[in-house]
């Protein structure tokens, strides 16, 4: 009884699965073959677009964009993400469900399963690092406030994406310290070469999980307080789920300097709890950032930190994003009275800075 009870509630699951596949491809061939071709390569003879169109075969493009900004896409036209006002908008003809099935059907057209989708590519946190691979320009600023130091770190982080699944990326900071009754110090940091790879991920279950390792290069000066002076490896992993109307994303990472008495070991715990309060790109994403500095070996203490951050897209497509928040210890020794920090991002291949 049990078995044909599973039997039929798999093959009412599968003949659902099919009928929304079917249902997706009869509407994509109805509206928007004529234009985007059957083969989803593009057929502008005989149309009078005079715009690029997309590839749809093209798994580096055709998962690049999240669902929520296909369905304002295809409702409200091209101009709704600042593209060309020569892609019309069918909300008046087809509901959102309609729209959706075809965004999954027209996803279809990118064979290679190992292309994880843009949904699982979770906005980015500002303290704590993300699992998915971006090509993307961050300029990050933090600034430090203690009773015996005022700090700032620029840093620039340049990501590029390899293939399906790897990213490599190079960060150059720059270090501003103003110690209180000596004179202030300035100058390049150190910096980090940086490979992340992911391991997992499932648009079914709202799951990504990829492991990265830093590169640490003694580059600043370590007497001015511009870098610790020695070599150091930070290996990490990395992820981040969908639970209801939230997405937690955590990393665990080890902060491993060859020379532990010029830097000391220690393990970072972050965990970053988001609410996105739209499904487009550019919406406002308030969250809580918490972090553990834990001492492994060295000169170090544990520390403790809270951090309530809110992100926000700025353009229309939301490839050019803002972050802003502030760092508070709430136990431990505290290295600092608070922490502001702040990044500006930027997918440089989505487009240009100013749209």
């Not at 749809?56 to 896409?73: I, K, M, P, Q």
């Not at 091209?78 to 959102?96: I, K, V």
């Not at 700025?314 to 922490?339: C, E, M, N, W």
Request: hydrophobic content about 40%; proline content about 6%; some cysteine.
């Amino acid at each position: 009884m049990k078995l044909s009870w599973v039997l039929g509630l798999w093959c009412a699951l599968a003949t659902a699965t099919t009928a929304a596949t079917n249902e997706g491809q009869e509407l994509y061939e109805a509206a928007c073959a004529s234009c985007h071709g059957l083969d989803g390569r593009g057929a502008p003879q005989g149309t009078a677009i005079n715009v690029p169109l997309p590839d749809f075969t093209d798994c580096s493009f055709v998962t690049r964009e999240a669902t929520g900004n296909w369905v304002a896409l295809a409702a409200h036209g091209g101009q709704e993400l600042a593209l060309s006002p020569q892609m019309p908008g069918f909300g008046d003809a087809l509901s959102e469900a309609q729209i959706r099935s075809i965004i999954a059907y027209l996803r279809g057209f990118c064979t290679d399963p190992s292309w994880p989708s843009a949904d699982l590519n979770f906005r980015r946190p500002l303290f704590t690092g993300k699992a998915f691979p971006e090509d993307e320009l961050v300029l990050n600023y933090n600034f430090d406030r203690s009773r015996r130091l005022r700090s700032l770190v620029n840093e620039w982080t340049l990501e590029k994406r390899f293939g399906a699944r790897g990213m490599a990326e190079v960060t150059l900071p720059f270090v501003y310290n103003d110690p209180q009754g000596s004179a202030t110090t300035g100058g390049v940091g150190d910096l980090t070469l940086a490979y992340k790879h992911i391991l997992f991920a499932s648009q079914q279950h709202g799951m990504v999980a990829a492991f990265s390792l830093d590169l640490v290069l003694p580059t600043g000066d370590r007497a001015r307080g511009l870098g610790d002076g020695t070599v150091g490896l930070g290996p990490a992993l990395r992820g981040g789920t969908i639970l209801g109307p939230f997405v937690l994303q955590g990393e665990m990472k080890a902060v491993l300097p060859a020379d532990v008495n010029r830097a000391p070991r220690r393990l970072l715990y972050r965990a970053a709890l988001q609410l996105p309060l739209s499904s487009l790109k550019r919406g406002w994403v308030p969250s809580l950032e918490f972090e553990a500095d834990t001492k492994v070996e060295g000169q170090a203490r544990d520390a403790y930190y809270l951090a309530p951050v809110v992100f926000k897209g700025l353009s229309r497509r939301g490839h050019v994003a803002v972050a802003v928040g502030a760092k508070i210890p709430v136990a431990g020794t505290r290295a600092f009275d608070y922490q502001i920090g702040a990044f500006l991002s930027w997918e440089y291949l989505d487009g240009g800075l100013w749209w």
